[in-house]
């Protein structure tokens, strides 16, 4: 089972980067890479093979291993 996150509404907070930006003048979010959400979605790939290969077929990176 997944851990939930602490706050219920994690998922309408800004990104890292958008807070960083918020705070930093001359940062434009636009311009960065957040490797948060690729690092979740390769863990749930690895977690879960055969749902993401039927949830995203024409992703080939959902393919086996």
């Known amino acids: 089972m997944m851990a939930t996150p602490r706050d219920p509404h994690a998922r309408?907070?800004?990104?890292?980067?958008?807070?960083?930006?918020?705070?930093?003048e001359g940062?434009?979010?636009?311009r960065?890479?957040?490797?948060q959400a690729k690092d979740v979605w390769l863990a749930a790939l690895k977690r879960w093979p055969l749902l993401a290969a039927v949830l995203?077929?024409?992703?080939?990176?959902?393919?086996?291993?």
């Open 32 to 35: 960065y890479y957040d490797s």
């Open 56 to 65: 995203y077929a024409d992703d080939p990176s959902t393919g086996p291993r």
């Open 12 to 24: 309408m907070m800004p990104s890292d980067i958008e807070t960083y930006a918020s705070y930093v």
């Open 27 to 30: 940062v434009d979010p636009a």
